[in-house]
C-alpha cells in the first residue's frame, strides 16, 4: 500500500500506482523475504516512509 501511495503522489496516476503495487505483490523477492527475514519488512516500511514526498 505504501509503494502504491508514493507512486501516486509522485507521477498523479492512478494506473502507475496499481501497475507498482501489482509488481511488488508478485515479485519473488518480497515475498521471500517477507517469510525469510521479519525485520527487513520494517527497514523497507521505514526506507520508504523516509523517501516519501509528502
Same mark, same amino acid.
Given at each position: 500500500?505504501?509503494?502504491?501511495?508514493?507512486?501516486?503522489?509522485?507521477?498523479?496516476?492512478?494506473? &502507475?500506482?496499481?501497475?507498482?503495487?501489482?509488481?511488488? +505483490?508478485?515479485? /519473488?523477492? %518480497?515475498?521471500?523475504?517477507?517469510?525469510?527475514? &521479519?525485520?527487513?519488512?520494517?527497514?523497507?516500511?521505514? +526506507?520508504?516512509? /523516509?523517501? %516519501?514526498?509528502?
Amino acid at each position: 500500500m505504501l509503494i502504491m501511495l508514493i507512486t501516486k503522489k509522485l507521477f498523479q496516476s492512478h494506473l &502507475l500506482a496499481l501497475i507498482a503495487g501489482f509488481l511488488l +505483490a508478485i515479485d /519473488g523477492h %518480497a515475498i521471500v523475504m517477507s517469510r525469510v527475514a &521479519l525485520l527487513d519488512n520494517f527497514v523497507m516500511s521505514f +526506507a520508504l516512509l /523516509g523517501s %516519501a514526498p509528502f
